[in-house]
Protein backbone atom coordinates (compact mmCIF):
# COMPACT_ATOMS: atom_id res chain seq x y z
CA UNK A 1 0.00 0.00 0.00
CA UNK A 2 1.04 3.36 -0.80
CA UNK A 3 2.55 5.98 1.74
CA UNK A 4 -0.96 8.27 3.02
CA UNK A 5 0.69 11.73 3.21
CA UNK A 6 -1.27 13.04 7.01
CA UNK A 7 -0.77 16.37 8.95
CA UNK A 8 0.34 15.52 12.28
CA UNK A 9 -2.81 17.27 13.72
CA UNK A 10 -4.22 14.86 11.33
CA UNK A 11 -2.75 11.88 12.65
CA UNK A 12 -3.34 13.05 16.08
CA UNK A 13 -7.56 12.80 15.44
CA UNK A 14 -7.49 9.70 13.73
CA UNK A 15 -5.41 8.28 16.88
CA UNK A 16 -8.13 9.39 18.74
CA UNK A 17 -10.93 8.13 16.82
CA UNK A 18 -9.32 4.73 16.73
CA UNK A 19 -8.76 4.89 20.65
CA UNK A 20 -12.22 5.84 21.27
CA UNK A 21 -13.60 3.07 18.62
CA UNK A 22 -11.46 0.29 20.32
CA UNK A 23 -11.85 1.39 23.97
CA UNK A 24 -15.11 2.92 24.42
CA UNK A 25 -17.52 2.01 20.81
CA UNK A 26 -16.37 -1.72 20.80
CA UNK A 27 -16.87 -2.44 24.75
CA UNK A 28 -20.10 -1.32 24.25
CA UNK A 29 -21.18 -3.29 21.05
CA UNK A 30 -20.14 -6.23 22.56
CA UNK A 31 -22.27 -5.48 25.69
CA UNK A 32 -25.08 -4.90 23.69
CA UNK A 33 -24.47 -8.28 21.90
CA UNK A 34 -24.32 -9.72 24.98
CA UNK A 35 -27.60 -8.40 26.24
CA UNK A 36 -29.82 -9.63 23.11
CA UNK A 37 -28.52 -12.84 22.82
CA UNK A 38 -30.15 -13.25 26.64
CA UNK A 39 -33.30 -12.64 25.53
CA UNK A 40 -34.00 -15.55 23.57
CA UNK A 41 -34.33 -16.06 20.27
CA UNK A 42 -31.71 -14.66 17.93
CA UNK A 43 -33.99 -14.97 14.36
CA UNK A 44 -36.34 -12.12 15.17
CA UNK A 45 -34.20 -10.21 17.20
CA UNK A 46 -33.89 -7.00 15.93
CA UNK A 47 -31.63 -5.19 18.46
CA UNK A 48 -29.16 -8.70 18.08
CA UNK A 49 -29.24 -7.47 14.10
CA UNK A 50 -28.49 -3.89 15.23
CA UNK A 51 -26.04 -4.83 17.33
CA UNK A 52 -24.30 -6.67 14.91
CA UNK A 53 -24.38 -4.63 12.21
CA UNK A 54 -22.92 -1.74 14.31
CA UNK A 55 -19.51 -3.88 15.44
CA UNK A 56 -19.37 -4.94 11.85
CA UNK A 57 -18.86 -0.96 11.36
CA UNK A 58 -17.19 -0.22 14.11
CA UNK A 59 -14.30 -3.24 13.35
CA UNK A 60 -14.30 -1.98 9.63
CA UNK A 61 -13.72 1.66 10.41
CA UNK A 62 -11.01 0.09 13.27
CA UNK A 63 -9.16 -1.99 10.34
CA UNK A 64 -9.60 1.44 8.08
CA UNK A 65 -7.94 3.50 11.00
CA UNK A 66 -5.36 0.90 11.23
CA UNK A 67 -4.05 0.55 7.51
CA UNK A 68 -4.07 4.72 6.98
CA UNK A 69 -2.30 5.05 10.51
CA UNK A 70 0.27 2.36 10.12
CA UNK A 71 0.84 3.47 6.43
CA UNK A 72 1.30 7.11 7.01
CA UNK A 73 3.97 9.83 6.01
CA UNK A 74 3.22 12.72 8.66
CA UNK A 75 4.22 16.04 7.38
CA UNK A 76 4.71 18.95 10.01
CA UNK A 77 3.51 22.32 8.30
CA UNK A 78 5.56 24.23 11.39
CA UNK A 79 8.75 22.29 9.94
CA UNK A 80 8.70 22.42 6.30
CA UNK A 81 10.76 25.25 4.46
CA UNK A 82 8.74 25.88 1.18
CA UNK A 83 9.86 29.43 0.38
CA UNK A 84 6.80 31.45 0.83
CA UNK A 85 5.18 28.64 -1.50
CA UNK A 86 1.93 27.04 -0.87
CA UNK A 87 2.44 23.39 -0.50
CA UNK A 88 0.85 20.28 1.35
CA UNK A 89 0.19 21.47 5.01
CA UNK A 90 0.09 25.03 4.06
CA UNK A 91 -2.70 27.52 5.17
CA UNK A 92 -3.43 29.57 2.57
CA UNK A 93 -5.92 32.57 2.62
CA UNK A 94 -7.49 33.22 -0.61
CA UNK A 95 -9.67 35.91 -1.90
CA UNK A 96 -12.57 35.61 -4.79
CA UNK A 97 -11.61 38.03 -7.49
CA UNK A 98 -15.16 38.39 -8.64
CA UNK A 99 -16.91 38.39 -5.17
CA UNK A 100 -14.20 39.86 -2.51
CA UNK A 101 -15.07 36.98 -0.39
CA UNK A 102 -11.87 35.71 1.78
CA UNK A 103 -11.59 32.12 2.96
CA UNK A 104 -8.79 30.46 4.61
CA UNK A 105 -7.87 26.88 3.89
CA UNK A 106 -5.79 24.07 4.93
CA UNK A 107 -4.38 21.91 2.32
CA UNK A 108 -4.03 18.27 4.24
CA UNK A 109 -4.49 14.45 2.71
CA UNK A 110 -7.91 13.08 1.24
CA UNK A 111 -8.71 11.17 4.63
CA UNK A 112 -8.12 14.36 6.51
CA UNK A 113 -10.19 16.64 4.30
CA UNK A 114 -13.28 18.52 5.86
CA UNK A 115 -14.90 21.06 3.77
CA UNK A 116 -16.75 22.57 6.96
CA UNK A 117 -13.26 22.79 9.02
CA UNK A 118 -11.40 24.36 5.56
CA UNK A 119 -9.67 21.46 5.81
CA UNK A 120 -9.72 20.67 1.72
CA UNK A 121 -7.68 17.49 0.22
CA UNK A 122 -4.57 17.85 -1.67
CA UNK A 123 -6.30 16.01 -4.72
CA UNK A 124 -9.15 18.83 -4.70
CA UNK A 125 -9.46 21.51 -7.81
CA UNK A 126 -8.53 24.13 -5.48
CA UNK A 127 -5.27 22.57 -4.12
CA UNK A 128 -3.79 21.31 -7.05
CA UNK A 129 -4.13 25.10 -8.46
CA UNK A 130 -2.82 26.40 -4.83
CA UNK A 131 0.22 24.00 -4.76
CA UNK A 132 3.52 25.99 -5.96
CA UNK A 133 1.84 29.29 -5.89
CA UNK A 134 3.06 32.35 -4.01
CA UNK A 135 1.48 35.03 -2.41
CA UNK A 136 0.06 37.77 -4.49
CA UNK A 137 -0.24 34.95 -7.03
CA UNK A 138 -3.73 34.95 -9.31
CA UNK A 139 -5.22 30.85 -9.96
CA UNK A 140 -8.11 30.11 -11.88
CA UNK A 141 -10.08 26.98 -10.41
CA UNK A 142 -12.62 25.27 -12.88
CA UNK A 143 -15.76 25.36 -10.90
CA UNK A 144 -18.81 23.67 -11.85
CA UNK A 145 -20.37 27.35 -12.37
CA UNK A 146 -17.48 27.99 -14.50
CA UNK A 147 -13.43 29.06 -14.40
CA UNK A 148 -13.24 31.37 -11.09
CA UNK A 149 -10.16 33.52 -10.11
CA UNK A 150 -8.55 34.12 -6.52
CA UNK A 151 -5.77 35.47 -5.53
CA UNK A 152 -3.31 34.37 -3.11
CA UNK A 153 -3.40 36.69 0.05
CA UNK A 154 -1.63 34.90 2.46
CA UNK A 155 0.54 31.69 2.68
CA UNK A 156 1.25 30.46 6.45
CA UNK A 157 2.67 27.02 7.99
CA UNK A 158 0.94 26.09 11.54
Not at 16 to 36: C, S
Not at 41 to 55: G, I, P, V
Request: no cysteine; net charge negative.
Amino acid sequence: MATIPLTVRGAERLQAELHRLKHVERPAVINAIAEARAQGDLSENAEYDAARERQGFIEGRISELDGTLSNAQLIDPTLLDADGRAVFGSTVEIEDLESGEKVTYQIVGDVEADIRANLISVSSPVARALIGKYEGDTVQVQAPSGIREFEIVSIKYL
